[in-house]
Structures are given as structure tokens and as C-alpha cells.
T-cell receptor, first 111, second 116 residues
Framework: GQNIDQPTEMTATEGAIVQINCTYQ??????LFWYQQHAGEAPTFLSY????GLEEKGRFSSFLSRSKGYSYLLLKELQMKDSASYLC????????????FGSGTRLLVRP | NAGVMQNPRHLVRRRGQEARLRCSPM?????VYWYRQLPEEGLKFMVY????????ESGMPKERFSAEFPKEGPSILRIQQVVRGDSAAYFC??????????????FGQGTRLTVV
């Protein structure tokens, strides 16, 4: 089976740093993804981790620990436009390779 | 390199009609995923396909729904005899492979299906 957990909502202040956590339990593992989704729009790819460690892309960083089944997305220098849902997804490592999503974290950035 | 293309963007169908949703993956991508999303809810996995093969359809209702990804042309998600509960956004994602580096998956803009 599979289970992906992330907080439902978070609030942060413009200019600050926020960390969105994701824990997972899946049948095998073949990569963890983070997406951003604004209301009414399609998910936009942010990051992909397949090995342990930190991947940095500008203001966004993503971390993975496979032994702990844990990832986080770090957003620095928050901007108002960062208010969106952030989706954690895991690709299974069995014969299916299907990509399963958590319910998403709604982030509200306040002035 | 164009992104994942879905059409139509919006589709209105009367109850009992058929809906056909199309997805053209990014160039070089042979793996396609379909998802359904209701308002204020998460992405629910429906089906995973490779060219000419359905790999995993465990998230797709057994009746009225079918999917294909032919050798030539786009992937098609087909919903027969639509009901109001089928109203949702349907998203398609594609990736070039499913293991290791370079296996990122990208989404299309989605098809918003409304059943009246």
C-alpha cells in the first residue's frame, strides 16, 4: 500500500522561510516529487529527488531521506505569489511505477 | 519542445453522453499518467500507461472508464455515459522514464469536464 502525509495548511510571512514536510510509506521507492498548484490551475513541477540529500533551485530546496521516508520543501524569501498548494508525490518502486500524491499543503503568505 | 498538451481545455457533456479527453505527452516521453481532481481536493491516480500498454489501472472505475495510449497519436481517456459525479478536472502527466535521474514528470493544463 501507500501513505503520503503532509500538513493541510500553513501560514507564513512575506520574506520569511517556510518548510513543508512530507512523510511517506510506499511499496518500493523510485523518486519523490514536489509540485506547486495555484487554485484552478495545473500542477507545476518544482523538484525531483531520487537520492538522499538536498537539491537546491533558486529560492526552493528539497530534501530527501529514504531511510526515514521523509522529505521537505524549503521556500526562502517568501513572496505573495508563493501562496498556493504544494503537492508531495512518490513514484512507487514495484512493477507499477505509479506516481501517488499526498493531499497537498495550502500555504498562505501574508504581508 | 512543447509541454504536455491536453485538449479540450473545457468540455461540457449532457448526462449519458461520451467524453473523450486527449493528452499528447512531451516529445520523447513514453510514460503517461492520468489523474482526477475535484475542487479543493488532491490528485487521485487513475491510470498509468506506456505506449500500447496499460501498466496500472487500479485507480480507474471498472465501468464506463477506459484509457489507451496507441503507438501513434495521443493518449485518450474515455468516459462513457457520463454522470454528474464525473464532473472534475482531469490532468495528464508524462515522463521520459520511471527510474533514476531524468525521470521528472510534467503535467498538462488539464481538461475541465462539466456534466449537465
Amino acid at each position: 500500500g501507500q501513505n503520503i502525509d503532509q500538513p493541510t495548511e500553513m501560514t507564513a510571512t512575506e520574506g520569511a522561510i517556510v518548510q513543508i514536510n512530507c512523510t511517506y510509506q510506499t511499496s518500493g521507492f523510485n523518486g519523490l516529487f514536489w509540485y506547486q498548484q495555484h487554485a484552478g490551475e495545473a500542477p507545476t513541477f518544482l523538484s525531483y529527488n531520487v537520492l538522499d540529500g538536498l537539491e537546491e533551485k533558486g529560492r526552493f530546496s528539497s530534501f530527501l531521506s529514504r531511510s526515514k521516508g521523509y522529505s521537505y520543501l524549503l521556500l526562502k524569501e517568501l513572496q505573495m505569489k508563493d501562496s498556493a498548494s504544494y503537492l508531495c508525490a512518490v513514484r512507487r518502486g514495484d512493477s507499477s511505477y505509479k506516481l501517488i500524491f499526498g493531499s497537498g499543503t495550502r500555504l498562505l503568505v501574508r504581508p | 519542445n512543447a509541454g504536455v498538451m491536453q485538449n479540450p481545455r473545457h468540455l461540457v457533456r449532457r448526462r449519458g453522453q461520451e467524453a473523450r479527453l486527449r493528452c499528447s505527452p512531451m516529445k520523447g516521453h513514453s510514460h503517461v499518467y492520468w489523474y482526477r481532481q475535484l475542487p479543493e481536493e488532491g490528485l487521485k491516480f487513475m491510470v498509468y500507461l506506456q505506449k500500447e500498454n496499460i501498466i496500472d489501472e487500479s485507480g480507474m472505475p471498472k465501468e464506463r472508464f477506459s484509457a489507451e495510449f496507441p503507438k501513434e497519436g495521443p493518449s485518450i481517456l474515455r468516459i462513457q455515459q457520463v454522470v454528474r459525479g464525473d464532473s472534475a478536472a482531469y490532468f495528464c502527466a508524462s515522463s521520459p522514464k520511471v527510474q533514476g535521474a531524468g525521470a521528472e514528470a510534467f503535467f498538462g493544463q488539464g481538461t475541465r469536464l462539466t456534466v449537465v
